[in-house]
């Protein structure tokens, strides 16, 4: 009983010239007979659930069997069901007071159903209780969904068909969307996480393995937008920018050493001018520039330096190729003069200079010849000094032998 269907709860009481009270059913009722496309119609007592087999209905063709497609209960008579075999087809009659089928003209019981609409939507979509707890919905006999006794519903009669419950949308034993329990939204299998708080001011999204592990999010084959604005564009635009922005520091350390290189003051003359070059991570640059004494304390220069291959642009602004300064040093404290000579005087001290140089080096010359003159004196008195020696011996061996 408790698998029953009701079709209609159209109470005798609503029909016209009906009588509840004379009848022992009350509303029709259908069941799945067990045989595919086969369907038990039923008279059902509300109050006692005692039902009665009545007749069938089929979805599959089968001869001698009304052809379901809509059912509908004649609102002047409950005793009689019109059957629709087809959209737009004609209708079968049945009739429980004389059991039997009959075919009607299909206009006169249209017109007769003033409550279509609602038939068709109570009737259309049958629901059926399973031993299990769960409940089939059909519509025209073709298997819709299905209501589990835990509260989920499956979408077809599939086992893989999407099924909802609570807390998640799954495919199968695929996680398709679901709520954790800590509030976190999963889609997926591998599931992209969307956090239920808020981390820092700002919303947590991540990705998971299906062992709830975090991996990295891939952005595969479409363009992500933030703001309508393309982050794979802006970061190659970024590369770009980071890149010139690089080339535009090494430019900028070449000029600056390319300006160390020029003079900053002038020491022996009221005006020094120079070139200066400067070189760093393959940028090169060129400068000039000159300084000049205004007085003993005060110095000015000016100069400038331009480095090769242009400017460089990093998004936000231009690194230029070309720099200029300008400066002045002042000297503070007492000044130590040095003793200034005219380039005339100049001239005559290095002339005498010279001619000092030269002297003493002749002198030297001299000296190197008087000293090998010595050597050669001292060679010969060694000499004389050896054979007076000699000599001298000789002469005392000759006197001892006159005395004998």
Request: proline share 1%; charged share 20%; net charge neutral.
């Amino acid at each position: 009983m408790k698998k029953l269907l009701a079709l209609s709860l159209i109470g005798s009481s609503l029909l016209i010239g009906s009588n509840p009270a004379k009848a022992d059913w009350d509303v029709w009722a259908i069941k799945n007979s067990g045989t595919s496309g086969v369907w038990d119609i039923y008279t059902l007592n509300s109050s006692t659930q005692e039902a009665t087999k009545r007749t069938q209905v089929c979805t599959n063709n089968t001869a001698g069997c009304a052809q379901w497609y809509q059912i509908s209960v004649d609102p002047n008579s409950l005793n009689r069901l019109f059957v629709q075999e087809s959209a737009g087809g004609d209708y079968s009659v049945y009739d429980v007071s004389t059991n039997t089928w009959t075919d009607d003209d299909s206009d006169s019981i249209s017109s007769s159903i003033w409550i279509d609409d609602y038939n068709d939507f109570l009737l259309r979509n049958i629901v059926i209780n399973n031993s299990d707890g769960s409940s089939d919905l059909y519509d025209k006999g073709t298997f819709k969904y299905k209501l589990n006794s835990d509260g989920s519903l499956r979408l077809g009669s599939n086992t893989s068909d999407f099924q909802l419950n609570s807390s998640s949308i799954t495919s199968g034993s695929n996680n398709i969307i679901s709520k954790k329990t800590n509030g976190d939204i999963h889609i997926g299998k591998n599931s992209f996480v969307v956090g239920a708080d808020v981390l820092n001011g700002a919303h947590p999204i991540w990705a998971e393995d299906e062992n709830g592990s975090k991996i990295p999010l891939n952005i595969y084959g479409s363009d992500l937008q933030i703001n309508g604005v393309s982050v794979q564009g802006q970061i190659d635009t970024n590369k770009s920018n980071i890149k010139n922005l690089g080339s535009g520091i090494a430019g900028s350390t070449a000029l600056t050493a390319a300006l160390t290189a020029l003079p900053q003051t002038s020491e022996e003359s009221k005006h020094s001018c120079g070139i200066g070059s400067g070189a760093y991570s393959s940028r090169y640059a060129v400068g000039f520039g000159c300084a000049s004494k205004v007085n003993e304390r005060i110095d000015v220069n000016a100069g400038g330096s331009y480095v090769f291959g242009g400017s460089k642009s990093y998004g936000g602004g231009t690194l230029d190729s070309g720099v200029v300064k300008a400066g002045f040093v002042f000297k503070l404290g007492e000044l130590n003069k040095p003793t200034q000579i005219s380039f005339k005087d100049k001239k005559l001290i290095d002339k005498k200079i010279s001619n000092l140089v030269k002297d003493n080096q002749n002198l030297k010359e001299k000296n190197d010849e008087i000293f090998t003159q010595n050597q050669k004196l001292l060679a010969r008195l060694e000499k004389l000094e050896n054979i007076a020696l000699k000599f001298q011996s000789n002469s005392e061996m000759i006197s001892v032998a006159t005395k004998d």
